[in-house]
């Protein structure tokens, strides 16, 4: 079982910037494929960004490319979402999800374990 802890929501201005944590408990994050999703109210949970479990593949969504940055410390157990030129429309619920293997995937259900969620709302 792992446990994933994520932190770094907020509220910001649109154009702010925020960076999300998510901790995970376990000895063995470098064998877990990483992403990040968000859900915004009455509308499904989508793909935001994801990472190999070494790091050497990662790919967004279309609306966050050139924006977000998501990077992972396997030392620290850590996967990071560096937000730029936050807009409204990322207003969300954040959440990043582990799944055992090398690869992420875009569908949530190809996903092991999940965190609580974190909350970021972005003012216009």
């Known amino acids: 079982q792992v446990q994933l802890v994520e932190s770094g929501g907020g509220l910001v201005q649109a154009g702010g910037s925020l960076r999300l944590s998510c901790a995970a408990s376990?000895?063995?994050?470098?064998?877990?494929?990483m992403g990040w999703f968000r859900q915004a109210p009455g509308k499904e949970r989508e793909f935001v960004a994801g990472?190999?479990?070494?790091?050497?593949?990662?790919d967004y969504a279309d609306s966050v490319k050139g924006r977000f940055t998501i990077s992972r410390d396997n030392a620290k157990n850590t996967v990071y979402l560096q937000m730029n030129s936050l807009k409204p429309a990322d207003t969300a619920v954040y959440y990043c999800?582990?799944?055992?293997?090398?690869?992420?995937?875009?569908?949530?259900?190809?996903?092991?374990?999940w965190g609580q969620g974190t909350q970021v709302t972005v003012s216009s």
């Open positions: 999800a582990a799944r055992v293997g090398s690869t992420y995937y875009y569908t949530a259900a190809r996903y092991d374990y």
């Open positions: 376990t000895r063995t994050f470098s064998n877990y494929a």
């Open positions: 990472i190999s479990l070494n790091g050497g593949s990662i």
